[in-house]
């Protein structure tokens, strides 16, 4: 258990529709990043926000939008879902010194039909 | 914008060999990090090893160990002793000052018995 909690692990759903995706950094850590892996390819980033604010942003869809919550958790909200959309979204946290790396949740499957 | 660059995209050792794994990076930073993280089919991220781009001393963390060269913008990943729990997708990545995170692509290992 790496401390970064994802939820749900999978996701099936259909085109059109909207999903959001949940994510509960590790203890103490203040910054979330959202990154995209599509079928077997690397890690696209998405969009990080530090103790609520967003600090940058990847090439994120303007379907999609985050938060980050007082309580530090945040969220990825997908909508009007396509095919392509269909990938693992991975979470991760890093503290302030991040030059130790981020520690990645498990993920979340998203499959959209 | 910072690159990485994984050039291979699979690999495959006998078990008890040595295996290398290349990367290259472009950053216009100068102060920056380097990891490696693993991908077992279990999909979960998990950091093989970091390395100060500061430093000369190339890390090093139990059978895994890099060769770092900075002015080549080349940083690979020497695994040792290959074993069967070692088979999984390795990304090289790097962080900028921003705190950001930019994959490779990624190098599928595959560790024959």
């Not at chain 1, 693992?88 to 991040?98: D, G, I």
Request: aromatic share 12%; proline share 3%.
């Amino acid at each position: 258990d790496s401390g970064v909690t994802q939820t749900p692990k999978h996701l099936i759903t259909a085109t059109g529709q909207r999903v959001t995706l949940r994510c509960s950094p590790r203890s103490g850590d203040l910054s979330v990043y959202w990154y995209q892996q599509s079928l077997d390819q690397g890690l696209q980033f998405l969009i990080q926000y530090y103790n609520g604010e967003e600090r940058a942003k990847g090439n994120i869809l303007e379907r999609f939008s985050a938060q980050q919550f007082p309580d530090l958790h945040s969220e990825l909200n997908l909508s009007s879902l396509e095919l392509g959309d269909s990938a693992l979204y991975f979470c991760a946290s890093s503290s302030t010194r991040v030059l130790y790396g981020y520690t990645f949740g498990s993920g979340t499957r998203l499959t959209v039909v | 914008a910072q690159t990485v660059t994984q050039s291979q995209p699979e690999m495959s050792v006998q078990e008890a060999e040595t295996v290398t794994l290349s990367c290259t990076y472009d950053t216009s930073e100068s102060d920056y990090y380097l990891f490696w993280y693993k991908q077992p089919p279990s999909r979960q991220m998990i950091l093989v090893i970091r390395q100060e781009a500061y430093k000369q001393q190339n890390a090093t963390e139990n059978r895994f160990s890099v060769n770092f060269q900075k002015a080549a913008k080349s940083f690979s990943l020497k695994i040792s002793d290959s074993q069967l729990g070692d088979a999984a997708m390795y990304f090289c990545a790097c962080l900028n000052a921003g705190n950001m995170l930019t994959f490779g692509g990624g190098t599928r290992l595959m560790v024959k018995p």
